[in-house]
């Protein structure tokens, strides 16, 4: 069983920065791949990011790519999620995810633990 909290969110300034935290229990995480998916309200969860169990390799939706960077402190089980530039559009709660079994993908139904969400607000 891996439990994962979220942190880090709030209100931030078009162009601003922001870093989220998803800490984990369990020294099982540290095997696993990890991602970060964002839902909006009355819209479907989506795919933000994803990092191997090592850190070795990373992915990312396109609409994040080069603003975004995921990384994780295995030491220290906990994975992050660098957001710069931000946009309105990326106003959302954001989840972390872990998926135990099988390749990294985009599709949320795939993972198997999730944390409770940080609100993350893009707003002038």
């Known amino acids: 069983q891996v439990q994962l909290v979220e942190s880090g969110g709030g209100l931030v300034q078009p162009g601003g920065s922001l870093r989220l935290s998803c800490a984990a229990s369990?020294?099982?995480?540290?095997?696993?791949?990890t991602a970060w998916f964002r839902q909006a309200p009355g819209k479907e969860r989506k795919f933000v990011a994803a990092v191997n169990w090592s850190g070795g390799n990373t992915y990312y939706a396109d609409s994040v790519k080069g603003r975004f960077a995921i990384s994780r402190d295995n030491a220290k089980n906990t994975v992050y999620l660098q957001m710069d530039s931000l946009k309105p559009e990326d106003t959302a709660v954001y989840y972390c995810?872990?998926?135990?079994?099988?390749?990294?993908?985009?599709?949320?139904?795939?993972?198997?633990?999730w944390g409770q969400g940080t609100q993350v607000t893009v707003s002038s």
């Open positions: 369990g020294r099982t995480f540290r095997s696993y791949a």
């Open positions: 995810a872990v998926l135990r079994t099988g390749p990294v993908g985009s599709n949320w139904q795939q993972y198997d633990y």
